[in-house]
């Protein structure tokens, strides 16, 4: 698993930080195309009977495209992209090659990665690459007991990236359950947005360490229906889904376009059914709807 941890780190041009150039204040160009894209958004919602949560920023020019940007939503697994983060600001590669045993008893549903690695055990470093890459979920918790729990993970992430909006309250798989109303294990689109930009773009972490997250989350094996549908061909995506009750669907992701600076975008969904089916294309859709009124 470790070989191949940089092999897409060639494709990502990586940014050492993400401050806006000029016009940082400037939202999308106009109020009519600020008016248009609500419109798009408010269309989605009825068609998907949903709620719908979008923020996004081009890095460049500073412009934003937000809707429900500060309304809380459940996360879901999209947390685990900024899990890997507060593990990797507190141990070196060197660190992250320690090893970590566990028995049976911490295997959870959707533990794929770590159920073929019972009794021997896995490194951080592979527990990160797992939890990122294929959302496994015994390797979530794991690497939560590492940081002191979701109370040592919420207090590390808002002491790295200055987010005082996440808050993880329960592990892997009590926290998806996404009750509407619950506040427990939520964030707001912006707020997620923010924390991953400063892990991916920012000088949180080391450049050596940025790099392992960055590849991760491009080589993500979950995302292939979300936000990278709703993107043109031969952009480059670094994403984190996530997937709970309520028709729960989320992905956040740094996007790299062909031409240009990277866009950091998340899109929350819910809806008020409890077995509600989540929904990808609705992601993809409101994706392309960014993608447009960004230009």
């Known amino acids: 698993m470790r070989s191949g941890l940089v092999a897409a780190l060639a494709l990502v041009p990586l940014v050492g930080c993400g401050t806006a150039g000029e016009g940082a204040s400037e939202e999308v160009s106009s109020a009519d195309a600020l008016v248009d894209v609500e419109a798009e ?10 709620r719908l949560g979008v923020y996004a920023l081009d890095t460049g020019s500073g412009e934003e495209v937000e809707f429900r940007e500060d309304e809380r939503f459940a996360f879901a697994s999209t947390f685990k992209s900024l899990l890997a983060g507060v593990v990797l600001s507190e141990n070196s590669l060197e660190e992250m090659e320690r090893v970590i045993t566990y028995d ?34 015994a390797a979530a918790n794991l690497l939560l007991e590492e940081l002191g729990g979701p109370e040592g993970f919420t207090e ?26 619950d506040e427990r294990d939520t964030s707001t689109p912006e707020a997620l947005a923010g924390s991953l930009e400063a892990f991916t773009l920012g000088d949180v972490l080391p450049e050596d360490r940025r790099e392992v997250l960055v590849d991760m989350l491009v080589r993500n094996m979950t995302g292939d229906a979300v936000i990278r549908a709703g993107v043109p061909e031969g952009w480059v995506v670094g994403d984190k889904t996530g997937t709970g009750g309520y028709g729960t669907r989320n992905d956040i992701a740094v996007v790299w376009p062909e031409e240009g600076d990277p866009i950091v975008l998340a899109v929350l969904s819910t809806m008020e059914v409890e077995d509600a089916e989540p929904q990808d294309s609705l992601i993809a859709e409101a994706t392309e709807v960014v993608v447009e009124a960004l230009g």
């Open 41 to 50: 958004f408010e269309a989605l919602e009825a068609e998907y009977d949903t």
């Open 104 to 137: 049976e008893d911490a295997l959870v549903s959707h533990s794929p990665i770590t159920e073929e690695n019972v009794g021997t055990g896995m490194s951080l470093l592979e527990l990160c690459d797992a939890t990122v890459r294929f959302s496994d979920n």
């Open 156 to 181: 590390s992430l808002e002491e790295l990236t200055g987010d005082d909006v996440t808050t993880l309250d329960r592990y892997e798989t009590d926290m998806s359950a996404a009750v509407p109303g």
